[in-house]
């Protein structure tokens, strides 16, 4: 699959308008749109023109890495997205859970319509064909492999498919654009683009390691303290800055350089990484009711 490493995309506004035009002309020939997010940053996660890119077609909205978010956040946010009109489903690429689930939500909800209409026609057997959208990093080809599985036998070209393009079978004789829609990320807005650094899903030199991790930290400390005491053994004040936090790590890890400092260094890589990791468990950076949004 092509390659969808944010470090390798530079997103110049003539690669947004030629995504805006592939999306354009891949969208005339499917019936829905599956936008795939992370469910720790349901907002940051998403493409800022999104909604204007995939107005006129029913959507399901995917919350993957469901297994790393916080659960509750992930039913706020499901509301969320089911109050704003489209279809919203927690999933995990990693284990397959709720990926079974895709396909009948879509016809049970937003493709309603569409398939009553084939009903009444008698195009029943009529296949759902869906494409994929996301930003880079949300876990796109590993939905696809998902929803694909053992059935990934390629079915023939169609007319207004680039070569490349191909369709893959799904299960009940649906299809699936076995490309994803690359979407460039909210790269102008600061505080998604340092949640999206958080979890790793942009490159993390848009801050150094010490200052994202402090950031974390300080995130961490007011809405997930116990994670905190409970991964680091560390005791939490509610004036301690980020550096305090980062250095209380590093302390406790054993992190410390000739001259007895603290490698703060190691123990940010430390925090970063076990965040990541789903180590400090289930958390979510952002949620439908912040006012910034
Ligand atoms: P993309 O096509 O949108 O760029 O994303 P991709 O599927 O390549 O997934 C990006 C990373 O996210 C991969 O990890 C993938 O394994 C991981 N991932 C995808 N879905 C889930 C999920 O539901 N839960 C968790 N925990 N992780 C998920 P990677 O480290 O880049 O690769 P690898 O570890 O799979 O080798």
Not at 1 to 21: C, S, V
Not at 127 to 143: A, C, E
Not at 203 to 227: H, V, W
Not at 230 to 258: F, P, Q
Request: with cysteine; aromatic share 4%; proline share 4%.
């Amino acid at each position: 699959m092509e390659n969808t490493d944010m470090k390798t995309i530079q997103w110049f506004p003539g690669h947004m308008a030629k995504t805006r035009r592939a999306i354009a002309a891949n969208l005339k020939l499917v019936d829905a749109v599956a936008e795939i997010i992370d469910a720790r940053t349901p907002m940051s996660s998403r493409n800022p023109e999104i909604d204007s890119l995939v107005s006129k077609k029913p959507r399901i909205v995917l919350l993957n890495k469901c297994d790393l978010a916080d659960s509750n956040a992930t039913s706020a946010w499901i509301n969320y997205f089911r109050n704003s009109g489209a279809a919203a489903l927690a999933v995990d690429c990693k284990s397959g859970k709720g990926i079974n689930k895709v396909i009948p939500t879509l016809k049970s909800t937003v493709l309603k319509d569409l398939i009553e209409k084939r009903q009444r026609s008698g195009m029943t057997g009529a296949p759902v064909r869906l494409m994929v959208v996301g930003i880079p990093n949300v876990g796109k080809s590993s939905l696809i492999n998902r929803l694909a599985g053992s059935k990934r036998a390629k079915v023939e070209d169609r007319p207004g498919v680039t070569r490349t393009k191909q369709w893959v079978k799904l299960q009940d004789n649906n299809e699936l654009l076995d490309m994803p829609g690359v979407l460039w990320p909210k790269f102008e807005d600061q505080s998604a683009a340092i949640r999206l650094a958080f979890t790793g899903a942009v490159s993390d030199d848009i801050l150094d390691t010490e200052t994202l991790a402090m950031k974390l930290l300080l995130f961490l400390a007011e809405n997930y303290p116990q994670s905190l005491k409970d991964r680091y053994k560390i005791d939490i004040d509610s004036n301690d800055t980020g550096l305090i936090l980062l250095e209380k790590v590093g302390k406790k890890r054993g992190m410390i350089v000739s001259g007895g400092e603290i490698n703060t260094e190691r123990a940010a890589i430390t925090v970063l990484d076990e965040f990541r990791g789903g180590k400090l468990g289930k958390i979510t950076l952002e949620l439908p009711t912040d006012k910034e949004q």
